[in-house]
């Protein structure tokens, strides 16, 4: 059995520095299709025990990437590697560290619940029959049930109990809760997080693409945002909140004009004034103070915000020489 009472501290921990190869790396890759640019001249690493968030809109690439690191797409130039490994020429001993739940999850429609995880458990050297067994009751998943009878919330469950009960080394998760109540995704993400994690928090990795953040804000270590399949930004988490802040000011009259140079985005309406702050935020609010503001507040934004402001982010730098 597993505890779940607390998964998002065990993300928390120092990470120890080692000379072990990063479980994903790639380098300046790209894959095409036809004139298309879907990835381009990516490059990652992603070290192991990480919780690792791949953000970007859809159609930005993440897939793409996801598919090269597994072999299931060829890049047309560039370098990805899994535990240090070509997935194409080694393309076993890569898959069986590690499992993978796509976007789309599809099973043999004839098999059981119970026949599917059956069937799966058949490939793997190990399964934790008390994981599956807890997760089927926590999902309530009837294991005598035909998958071709299960809604897409339920296949989703199935395949991450099919995932987690390997224990690999990697988890690879692209737009896990797609298709879930969101009632249920909260509960859900820390369930199957917290099963997997669990076991040896120290080693095993997760790396989740996503554009629904905000489910996964208190797990993320660290995460790269993708646009047009080029990296747009990557940090630590913390750092990146850290950075980011937005500032809020109210005035007792409508301002004058105000130098804000070195403000990401700046808004005002009326006597109120928001503005993004991109590592500045203390000369920023040494501004602000000088025009005596009625209230004053300095907070971090969070992974989300972040996303949506890289956009911003990247005009800045494009106006950059």
């Known amino acids: ?47 192991a025990g990480r919780c690792y968030g791949f953000f970007g809109r859809n159609g930005a690439g993440k897939t793409t990437t996801l598919k090269c690191l597994l072999n299931l797409l060829r890049p047309n130039s560039g370098e990805a590697r899994v535990f240090g490994l070509d997935p194409q020429k ?23 619940v119970r026949d599917t995880l059956e069937y799966l458990a058949s490939f793997r050297k190990h399964w934790n029959r008390d994981i599956e067994t807890d997760l089927l009751k926590r999902f309530q998943l009837d294991p005598n049930q035909k998958t071709s009878h299960l809604s897409k919330g339920q296949k989703t469950q199935l395949a991450l109990i ?10 690879v998760l692209d737009e896990p809760t797609s298709g879930l109540d969101p009632i249920v995704r909260r509960e859900f993400i820390e369930t199957v997080i917290g099963a ?30 993708i646009e047009q399949g080029r990296e747009l930004l990557t940090m630590e988490a913390d750092a990146a909140r850290d950075r980011f802040r937005k500032i809020r ?23 109120e004034l928001e503005i993004l702050a991109n590592g500045n935020s203390e000369s920023l609010l040494e501004k602000l103070r000088v025009y005596q503001p009625e209230d004053l507040r300095c907070e971090s934004l969070s992974l989300e915000e972040i996303f949506v402001v890289s956009g911003i982010l990247k005009k800045a730098n494009a106006g950059k020489p």
């Not at 997997?196 to 945002?225: C, K, M, W």
């Not at 301002?255 to 804000?260: A, S």
């Open 90 to 112: 080694h393309e076993v001993a890569v898959k069986s560290r590690l499992a993978y739940v796509p976007d789309a999850v599809a099973f043999y429609p004839w098999m059981t």
């Open 162 to 171: 099919g995932a987690i009960c390997p224990e690999p080394e990697l988890l």
């Open 1 to 47: 059995m597993f505890d779940v009472s607390n998964p998002f501290s065990i993300f928390k921990k120092g990470h120890a520095m080692n000379t072990d190869p990063p479980v994903i790396e790639t380098k300046d890759l790209t894959r095409r299709y036809g004139k298309l640019d879907a990835v381009n001249g990516l490059s990652l690493t992603v070290r």
């Open 196 to 225: 997997y994690q669990s076991g040896d928090p120290g080693s095993r990795t997760v790396f989740v693409s996503t554009h629904l953040i905000a489910e996964f804000e208190g797990l993320i270590d660290e995460f790269t945002i």
């Open 249 to 271: 000011a109210r005035f007792p009259q409508t301002p004058p004009e105000l130098d804000l140079a070195g403000a990401l985005q700046a808004r005002q309406s009326g006597r």
